[in-house]
Every structure is written in C-alpha cells, then in structure tokens.
C-alpha cells in the first residue's frame, strides 16, 4: 500500500491511540474524523486530547512534514481548522504553521501502521445488533434536524414570503457545501426589483444567461481569452450584454471551482435554477394550499420532487460547463431534486405548519416514508461507523446521521450521544 494511504488507514482506526510530537507532548484521539473526499484537509471534525485539554478540528496527514509547505497549504486559508499534522517523517524540525498565523504540533505515529481493530467507538457497529431500535433513534434525531430547519424556514418566512423564502432555500440546496452562500448571494441579486423586470420577459436562453452574468461565470468574465468552446458561449455572451445589468455581476473569484464533482459545477447548477424559476412561485402556493386544505392524507411528496427536476436542454443535458462535456443526464435529477425537498421544501412546509398539530402529524407520516438523497461525506462516514452499509433508509434518518454527526461525533460526546455509550432508549 502506498504510505499515504497506509497512514490514512491507520489514522482512520487510530481510536483510543496516542501519537507524540518531536518534543515529547502526546495528543490521544478520541474521535479521528472522518475522511475528506474534497479539498482540504484529509480528516474532518477529529476529537483530540492533549495536556488535559480538548482540541476539536481538522487533521492533515503527509508522508514528510515539509510536505505541508510543497502542497501550498501554509498561504490556504481552507487549512486553518487544522489542529494537528500527522507524519511518517518530521523532516522539519518544528511547528507547522497555517495560513492564519497559527502554529500546530507536527507528530509522528509511534507504533506499527497497521488498522486497528481493537479500540472502537461505543456505536461501531450498532445497527448489526439493533437495527429496529438504532432506526428509531437516528428517525427521532432526523425529525429533530427537520423541526430546527423549519423554525429557521419559519423566519425566513416571516421576512420575504413564501416564494422568496423558497427561492433561497433552493438556491442554496443547489450550491451545496462549496459554493451555498453564493447561491444564496446570487438569489438576493435575482430579487432586485430592476432583475425581477427583466426575468418577466426572458427566453430560457436569456434567463440562463441572466443567472451566469449575474454570478459572473460567463467565459468573458472569468478571462478566459482563449476558451476552446467560444461558439459555444457567444449567444450566451450576446444576451446577458443585452440586459444591461452588469453593473449587479458578482466577482468572480467568490466562486469555488475546483475539486468539485462535474454535475455539481456551479454553471451547471445555474442552469437548473434557470430552468426552475418559472415554477417556484407556483410551487410555493402549491405547497401552501394542500397544507391548508386539511386533506384526509398528506400528499406524497413525490409530487413536489417532479416539480423541482429538470431535465435540460440537449446542450446542457451533456455538459457541466461551456465545452466541458458530461455523459447526459437531467441537470437536475431525481437525486438532487429528493435534496431540494429535503432541504428546501419540506423546511418551508414545517414552517407553514408549526401552528397546526394535525398536519404536523400528517408531515411527520410523510416524512418518515420519503426515500433517502444520495450518499454524501457524512452519511457514507456515517453509515459505516454504525454498520449500516448498502441498506436503503429513508431521509429522515440520513438527516439523523447528520444531526449526530455534528452534535456529538465532531464533539467526542459518544456518552452522550443517543447511539453511544448508553442502552438505547426505548
């Protein structure tokens, strides 16, 4: 194995080990995180202990600690989270420091690189032993998630209305992690009273335009002067000069390009919340009057997952940004558009509810039966720490994987924690 990833797999089942710096302090892991897939660094949320002190944070791991300086991670601000740097070799002789100015301890590990399978989280495993009761608990944990996403919904709510409130949940389930706050940013802009004129007339292809100038992601803005895929762009280019709002484009540099899924490009997701916007205030009153008509049985919310998918134009069906092309598929799918429910639409209909005790119930039925997302970082990190493998669970427990995650794994509170130390609670 290469030693990168001998490291990595040690780290990852180093629970209850120590590893000691070049100066003799010794760092216990209670919780190593999980794996980063994305940029940054390689362990997300670890659990340290050093000194009779509680470190909490990120974990970069390299080969030689001179490695940190080769990688550019000393001027990357993504970096400043990291409270500790693991190595096979300390080849520099000293503290590592981070883009902020902060200085972390660089420490080797002390024992044979092999996984552990000795020292283990109270929960590994759990779901193998109770998976009816572990079900339960990660379903209340997700329920919980959903109510404190519906009182922030509910705020939202009260600001904008319900079409704007919706626009902005929207927009930011299709910015993901990366890139949410500018979707949001970039929604804001869409509510300029001057943009909303424009958006009454567009042609889709002006409206796609519309969102990539206003993001500044046309090729002209990211000064791209060679761009191979110019015939590509040009109607594109030719329509947001048209519109005459220029003077609203966000700077480009805000955006985060790179390590990121295709699919998940920004310009690609633009398009989708292009194609989207006719329909979100109708969507929006849709959602409010059958929460209101009291009907025998919620409806599925299945109804509102087709509403929000797209499946594109033979352009962008194919490509992920101006000629970089994709295999074709929807540019909003089923995957992505189960995520807007998730996270746009069912928060905005806790929100609707949080007065009305029956539909809550009714919500809360509803809830329970839709079918999970895809798999993300956590989830996957998630799954696996619990025993839960390819099983399929529907989103409200994904979304009580998250809450757990987050509340108590990145926090080293396993007795805690619903799924720790303790009985399950019946």
Not at 240 to 260: A, Q, V, Y
Not at 366 to 387: D, K, S
Request: glycine content about 10%; charged content about 20%.
């Amino acid at each position: 194995m290469e030693p990168e990833k001998t490291l990595s797999a040690w780290w990852g089942s180093a629970t209850g080990r120590t590893v000691r710096t070049g100066s003799g302090v010794v760092y216990r892991i209670q919780y190593p995180g999980r794996l980063n897939g994305g940029s940054g660094p390689d362990y997300r949320g670890a659990v340290l202990h050093m000194g009779g002190r509680t470190l909490l944070g990120d974990v970069e791991l390299h080969v030689r600690s001179s490695d940190w300086r080769r990688h550019g991670h000393d001027s990357d601000h993504e970096y400043d989270s990291v409270v500790l740097h693991v190595v096979f070799k300390d080849d520099s002789h000293g503290n590592t420091t981070l883009a902020s100015g902060k200085s972390v301890h660089v420490a080797v590990p002390q024992r044979e690189l092999c996984p552990s399978s000795s020292a283990q989280l109270p929960c590994v495993g759990r779901y193998a032993v109770e998976p009816a009761r572990v079900s339960e608990v990660l379903a209340r944990e997700g329920i919980t998630r959903l109510l404190g996403k519906g009182k922030c919904a509910a705020e939202l709510l009260r600001r904008v209305g319900s079409h704007r409130a919706l626009l902005l949940l929207v927009a930011r389930t299709l910015g993901y992690t990366s890139n949410s706050a500018q979707f949001e940013a970039l929604a804001h802009h869409l509510c300029v009273p001057s943009v909303q004129a424009v958006l009454q007339s567009c042609s889709d292809l002006e409206r796609e335009a519309l969102l990539m100038g206003l993001a500044g992601l046309l090729p002209s803005q990211r000064k791209l002067s060679e761009f191979p895929g110019l015939n590509d762009c040009l109607s594109y280019e030719e329509a947001w000069r048209c519109l005459g709002l220029e003077h609203l484009s966000m700077p480009t540099g805000e955006w985060k390009l790179g390590c990121i899924y295709p699919n998940n490009h920004p310009v690609r997701r633009l398009v989708g919340l292009a194609d989207l916007l006719p329909s979100l205030r109708s969507t929006s009153e849709e959602l409010g009057s059958s929460l209101a008509s009291r009907l025998p049985q919620y409806p599925s919310l299945r109804v509102f997952e087709e509403r929000v998918r797209v499946q594109g134009h033979d352009y962008w069906r194919g490509h992920y940004d101006f000629h970089r092309p994709t295999p074709d598929s929807d540019v909003v799918g089923r995957g992505k558009a189960r995520e807007i429910v998730v996270n746009a639409l069912l928060p905005l209909a806790v929100a609707m509810t949080s007065r009305d005790i029956l539909n809550l119930a009714r919500l809360n039925t509803a809830i329970r039966a839709y079918p999970a997302t895809g798999p993300n970082a956590i989830t996957r990190h998630m799954r696996a720490q619990l025993g839960i493998g390819r099983v399929a669970v529907p989103a409200v427990e994904s979304q009580g994987m998250l809450r757990l995650f987050g509340l108590y794994c990145t926090r080293g509170l396993c007795e805690e924690c619903p799924l720790g130390g303790r009985p399950l609670a019946s």
